[in-house]
Each structure stands twice: as structure tokens, then as C-alpha cells.
């Protein structure tokens, strides 16, 4: 008999699978929906970083407030397909790390006081998945979904895809008509992908993100508790601790109340949670099939082999007359969301005879409600960076970036949800970004585009990433090389049609090929010398003489990067272009190589450039 905690997953076949998200009702516009809101069309304005996204704003906001994503703006560059001929692909999003893919189309109504979305829009997701999963060759589809599409079916064909999220993102209440259609393409997109990856297994989900979901998750990262109903929960018996700033009820719970509790409130439940469910698809590795599985065969087991449930109260009475009988004010689940969503997906008989431990804590201290939430969330998937966030670098690298003045690096901790949405400072840098930069300057932008978990992951990777000398002056100045290429790469997508050059057209193609922001930091570092006119036996010493922040960097890397792109379609597209792009290092070596020489060659062309900036780098 296997234990189903959170954390022990139970081995059964593989199959292939498919659900959608869909909303509890179908929602319409009201004066409660209206004020809701208003504090994410606040937050929205504020994020005026976001508006040069244009039509996309909104979607890579979800996206970054869903996924907990730190640097957006990074993800952006390479993720956004936005524009014409996108057939209806806004975001296409590749995350090897949690090994999943999001196609999202997204949707700004100008008359806000529509009762829906355009069912058209939505259908037109049909459009995106069949361009996507059905097309045989990276040719058949538009130059602007060319090199996502390849990253997509790398990635599929690698068995590195485990979940395909479909997402409609607009600005108005969502509602049942349009998550029907919704059902309708994640059907043909599970046929699609079955036909042609018969051997894998993969989830299929899709998420209508309306007016009403995306004003919850951002309620949600601001205020813990979302459900404020009352509870009388029948238990038997149950007993109190206190701590500094908290009180806490613990007692013995039926499970089918917490089923009830998931079919009416669902994802409202885990506001305070990290993570919301994860499904429950049918995988060896999948924690929460199991924990279905011994809720359906061996009820009267499930309090001993799971970890129950955490939640968040306002408030809790025991009732006198009735011991038997509890009341909670409130609820938000903080750790117990897979033994939540996992319960709630079973049949109700099934759980008729289960119960599990339950602890519901009474805290009115902000940051100690945070701490509870970030403690008790240790338990859930982690981000690869989390392995090192206590790491003796990380630490130092902390204390060095906070004498720089440069906010947000964290050393891969993360922080809440707050956090990840709050508009980003002029001077902020994402530990996760600044390693990818590293290790594309240092010569590994395979590792930094493919593999970006293995550098926190692998102990001798990380060491050649983060060697002991590494300096947060350092990180400064490669992550500002990497946001100058992305900004430029920003600027050129931007140009109007009539005003860009032959030149830009081909650097335009350029980067649109996936990985070639991080093959153009390596390249730019191998030719580094060049550029300096100095032999530099160590680059981890490089950095800015003079204390720059984040803009001012980029300003500096400014005429440097444009003279050095304009190499790079005719030097850096074939590493790019093969199968198993980065990854195959003979050809990413010479591609290197070869526009190495092309800088020395040309060096004394751009030497006004170049002397301007070395009167700026010191080692």
C-alpha cells in the first residue's frame, strides 16, 4: 500500500488527458463585479513598463501574476508573438523548468460593459492550436510563429512537455458560452497531440481569464482571504496553540466537506497558496492521482498517509453546547492545495468515510501571515533557484547588490506574490535572469536558453555560473547587456512596417528565432577583448568603473550592441536554425568563433565605439 502525502507519489500507467478550467457560473456584469475591479485596472495603469507591449499588456500581466514570473520582461522578448499574422498566437510560452507550454491569445474590449467576450475571439484559438500542432514544418507556418513553433516541437518531441495551457485573456466577465468553445479547442488540441505524440502523456487544460478571475488572483496576492462565508464543520473534537501575533484551531475534518467546499469556491480557495491545483492527470509522477486513489480505494487511510490541510481564518469559535461542532470565519487554504483540488475531483461517494488533519490559524499580523504562508509553502514544487537561496555566494551576492542600491535580487529566493507584480524599479535585477546572462557571457547559452534550471540544479554547473569570485558589479554588467539586446530587440519590433530597413528586416527575423537574445550575449562576450583592446586573463573581474544603475549600463552597452548586431544574422542564424539548436556545440562554437574574428577584423571600423565604452569597463 503506497502512503499519499503530498509528497509521495503513487506509480500507475501513463495516459493521455485533457479538462478545462471552467468558472463555477457564468458570470455577468454587476456593481460587486465592478468594484472588484477597479484595484487590478489600478494596478494595470500603474504598469505603465507593460505599455509597450501594447495589445499584449494584459496577457503577459496574467501571465506573470499566474505563474509567479519575476522578470516579464525577459519571458516577453523571446515568448511574444503578437502581431500580424501571429493566427491568433499572443504568447507562446515554453518552460522547460515546469515542463509545461502556454498558447495564449489575449483580447482588450473597448465597451466594458459587455455581458461576454466575442465568442469569435475565442474560436479563433481553434486557428492558433491547428497552426501550431498540426502544421508538419516549420516553413508552413508564418516567419513571426516560425522558430516558437520549432521550440515547441523540440521540446514535445524531446518529452520534455508534460502540460499545454490554452489561454483567452480579456477585459471582460467570463462566462459559459466562451469556456464551451474553450472545451472545444483543448479537444482538438489533445487530438492533435495524440495523433502525433501517441506515446507520451500530456495534460490539456484551458483557462478563460476574464474580468472577474484575473481581479481575484490579483485581490488574492494582496489579501490572503478571498472566501469571508462562515463555516460549521461537524469534527471529533479538536484542541488550540498560540504564538506571537497567531492563535491556531486543530482538529479532524470529514473530506467531503472539503469537497463541497472545492466545488463551490475552487480556485478562490488558495488565495493565500503559492501554487493553485495542479491537476490530477494520470502519471507516475503525478502526486495527486495518488492522492485520489487512496481517497477511492482506502478511505479510512487517508488521515494517516496524508499531511491535511493549513488554512488561513479570520476567525474560529468552538461551539459550547456542541464540542462536536466548530465555526471558522473565512478561508483561504495555505498548504494542502493538491489535497484540496485532489479530493474535490473525486466522486463524492467515495470520500463518504475519509477524514484528515486540518489546522486553521487566526493571525491578524501582516507580515507574520506572510511568513506563515511562505513557511508553509515549502512543501510545494520548487523552483529550481530555491536550491540555493541559502548558498554562502547568493548571500554575499545579496548584501553586495544592496550596497549597489539595486533592488530584487534575492539570490533565488522568492518572495510573494506582491512581489512578482509590483512594477518594476529602474534598478531591479531577477536572480533567475541575471544567472541566464552569466551563463550565456561565460560561453553557456545552450545551458541559459535549454536548461536554465540546471545551473541552480547542478552542483558543477552552478560552480562554473556562480564561481566564488563572482561580484554583484559583475552581474551588473552582463545583465545589462542582456536588457540592452532585449530592449533593441523591443525597439525593432516596434518600428512601423514603412520606416524599416533592409538591415532591420534581417535582424528582425533574427530574433525572432528562439535563443538568439542568449547567443548574442555569448557572442558579444567571446569578442569582449576586442571591443576593450585588452587582454582579459579573467572576465569574471570585468564591471563599470563608476557605480551605474541599470539604465545608465544599458545606456553604456547602447552603440556597442547595435554595432555588434548588425553581424549577427549573417554569423549567428545556423547554431540557431538546425535541430537541437543551442545544443549542439560544434556548431555553436564555430558560429562564435567565426564572429569573434568578423569583431577583431572590423574593430578598427568601430573604434570610436568601442574606446568609449572601454573608458567605462574596468577588471
Not at 507550454?101 to 482588450?108: M, T
Not at 462565508?229 to 492563535?247: L, R
Not at 544574422?569 to 535541430?579: F, K, V
Amino acid at each position: 500500500m503506497v502512503a499519499t502525502t503530498e509528497c509521495a507519489p503513487l506509480a500507475v500507467p501513463s495516459k493521455l488527458a485533457y479538462s478545462t478550467n471552467r468558472p463555477m457560473t457564468p458570470r455577468r456584469p454587476s456593481t460587486s463585479t465592478s468594484v472588484t475591479s477597479e484595484p487590478l485596472a489600478t494596478a494595470l495603469k500603474q504598469r505603465d513598463d507593460l505599455d509597450k507591449y501594447q495589445a499584449a499588456k494584459r496577457t503577459l500581466f496574467a501571465l506573470q501574476l499566474i505563474l509567479d514570473i519575476e522578470d516579464i520582461h525577459s519571458v516577453a522578448a523571446s515568448a511574444l508573438t503578437d502581431g500580424p499574422d501571429d493566427k491568433s498566437c499572443d504568447v507562446i510560452y515554453v518552460d522547460l523548468d515546469s515542463r509545461s507550454a502556454i498558447i495564449a491569445q489575449g483580447y482588450e474590449s473597448q465597451r466594458v460593459d459587455r455581458l461576454q467576450a466575442p465568442q469569435t475571439k475565442a474560436s479563433s484559438l481553434h486557428q492558433a492550436v491547428n497552426w501550431l500542432l498540426a502544421s508538419n514544418r516549420e516553413t508552413d507556418l508564418p516567419e513571426r510563429l516560425r522558430s516558437a513553433w520549432k521550440e515547441l516541437h523540440d521540446a514535445l518531441a524531446d518529452e520534455a512537455i508534460d502540460d499545454i495551457e490554452i489561454w483567452f485573456v480579456h477585459n471582460l466577465p467570463e462566462s459559459k458560452q466562451i469556456q464551451d468553445e474553450l472545451d472545444a479547442v483543448v479537444a482538438a488540441a489533445y487530438r492533435l497531440l495524440q495523433s502525433r505524440y501517441p506515446s507520451h502523456t500530456f495534460n490539456v487544460t484551458a483557462r478563460e481569464i476574464g474580468q472577474t478571475i484575473l481581479a481575484d488572483r490579483y485581490k488574492g496576492s494582496r489579501t490572503p482571504i478571498l472566501v469571508t462565508d462562515d463555516f460549521t464543520i461537524e469534527v471529533s473534537g479538536s484542541f488550540t496553540e498560540e504564538g506571537e501575533n497567531w492563535t491556531a484551531l486543530c482538529t479532524s475534518i470529514p473530506a467531503q466537506w472539503l469537497h463541497e467546499q472545492f466545488a463551490k469556491y475552487r480556485e478562490r480557495l488558495f488565495s493565500a497558496n503559492i501554487r493553485g491545483y495542479l491537476g490530477s492527470k494520470r502519471s507516475q509522477s503525478n502526486i495527486n492521482f495518488g492522492i485520489q486513489e487512496t481517497a477511492r480505494h482506502t478511505p479510512k487511510q487517508f488521515w494517516a498517509y496524508n499531511n491535511g490541510v493549513t488554512a488561513l481564518v479570520h476567525n474560529f469559535q468552538v461551539a459550547r453546547s456542541q464540542p462536536s461542532t466548530i465555526t471558522i470565519s473565512g478561508l483561504a487554504i495555505v498548504n494542502g492545495a493538491q489535497t484540496t483540488g485532489a479530493i474535490g475531483s473525486v466522486d463524492s461517494p467515495s470520500i463518504e468515510n475519509s477524514r484528515l488533519l486540518a489546522r486553521f490559524i487566526r493571525c491578524e499580523d501582516a507580515a507574520t501571515v506572510q511568513e506563515i504562508i511562505r513557511y508553509n509553502n515549502r512543501q510545494n514544487p520548487t523552483q529550481a533557484s530555491d536550491f540555493r537561496s541559502n548558498d554562502r555566494v547568493q548571500a554575499r551576492l545579496v548584501r553586495e547588490f544592496q550596497v549597489l542600491g539595486v533592488v530584487g535580487y534575492n539570490g533565488g529566493r522568492r518572495g510573494g506574490a506582491e512581489d512578482v507584480i509590483r512594477r518594476p524599479g529602474e534598478n531591479q535585477i531577477s536572480a533567475s535572469t541575471a544567472a541566464q546572462a552569466l551563463a550565456s557571457f561565460h560561453g553557456r547559452p545552450d545551458v541559459a536558453y535549454h536548461e536554465k534550471g540546471q545551473i541552480w540544479e547542478v552542483d558543477a554547473v552552478y560552480s562554473d555560473v556562480f564561481p566564488d569570485r563572482t561580484t554583484a558589479r559583475h552581474i551588473l554588467f552582463v545583465y545589462t547587456l542582456l536588457r540592452t539586446i532585449e530592449l533593441q530587440k523591443i525597439d525593432l519590433n516596434s518600428k512601423a512596417e514603412i520606416a524599416r530597413t533592409q538591415d532591420d528586416r534581417g535582424l528582425i527575423a533574427w530574433f525572432a528565432l528562439r535563443g538568439s537574445i542568449y547567443l548574442a550575449v555569448a557572442a558579444i562576450g567571446s569578442a569582449i577583448e576586442s571591443v576593450l583592446d585588452m587582454a582579459i586573463p579573467d572576465r569574471y573581474a570585468l564591471h563599470f568603473k563608476r557605480s551605474l544603475n541599470i539604465r545608465q549600463g544599458a545606456e553604456a552597452w547602447g552603440p556597442v550592441v547595435s554595432a555588434m548586431l548588425a553581424l549577427a544574422p549573417a554569423q549567428l542564424t545556423e547554431p540557431l536554425a538546425g535541430i537541437g539548436g543551442l545544443r549542439r556545440r560544434q556548431g555553436l562554437d564555430t558560429a562564435i568563433g567565426n564572429f569573434r574574428s568578423i569583431v577583431g577584423a572590423t574593430k578598427r571600423v568601430n573604434s570610436p565605439i568601442y574606446s568609449a565604452f572601454a573608458e567605462q569597463v574596468a577588471i
